[in-house]
């Protein structure tokens, strides 16, 4: 099956810097990749995703990047805010975009 | 317009001790997703259900037992706990097949003692 892995496990930068999530999928049928923000106490929530046709994607602020042949995604944070500050997931899934793989996290802490 | 619910937001259970998870949605979704999170591993899919009426297990099934009510409602049943239960769970749902984001509830954090 699908498995993600995700690096930084933490990643700490000064306000207004940039902020780069990396990670890694195995299957190769994969074709939509998701990334979520969770708050202190809270469900996860979708930010940004990007399907396989496609090699980047932007947001005001943050975007992702696809790399199909290496098999890798990133999601970039440009001028970091404190209210960034959280844990990121991304995830990969190739079954009727139903099933997600989650990787396991990234907390990003902003500091003023 | 409250999105997914879950009910509790906290419980402590007993080693042996039976219990339901509540989730609810309101969005009219038609799929929807019972997962555990877990320090240093992600959420990981227990259960899910595609539409009403079907169930399908997911990532980590064992231990577990879901009920898809109606439209509106997954249950997730725990049927004899155990401490390896212990983490936070999450119940999401998401719309049509092409509408992939899956909106998720605030969790539940269970304590298997």
């Known amino acids: 099956g699908e498995n993600v892995e995700q690096h930084p496990s933490t990643l700490s930068v000064q306000e207004g810097d940039s902020a780069v999530i990396k990670c890694t999928y195995s299957d190769s049928a994969s074709n939509y990749f998701p990334w979520y923000k969770q708050e202190l106490g809270k469900g996860p929530q979708l930010i940004i995703d990007?399907?396989?046709?496609?090699g980047e994607k932007k947001d005001q602020r943050i975007a992702v990047t696809l790399n199909k042949t290496a098999k890798h995604f990133s999601l970039h944070i440009t001028e970091t805010q404190p209210e960034d500050s959280a844990v990121y997931f991304c995830?990969?899934?190739?079954?009727?975009?139903?099933?997600?793989?989650f990787g396991t996290g990234t907390r990003l802490l902003v500091s003023p | 317009n409250a999105g997914v619910t879950q009910t509790p937001k906290f419980q402590v259970l007993k080693t042996g001790q039976s219990m339901t998870l509540q989730c609810a949605q309101d969005m009219n979704h038609n799929s929807m997703y019972w997962y555990r999170q877990d320090p240093g591993m992600g959420l990981r899919l227990i259960y899910y259900s595609a539409s009403e009426g079907t169930t399908d297990k997911g990532e980590v099934p064992n231990g577990y037992n879901v009920s898809r009510l109606n439209k509106r409602e997954f249950s997730l049943r725990l049927e004899s706990a155990a401490p390896s239960q212990t983490s936070v769970y999450f119940c999401a749902s998401s719309g049509t097949f092409r509408d992939n984001e899956q909106f998720f509830g605030p969790g539940t954090r269970l304590t298997v003692l």
């Open positions: 990007i399907r396989s046709n496609v």
């Open positions: 995830a990969a899934s190739n079954t009727g975009f139903q099933k997600l793989v």
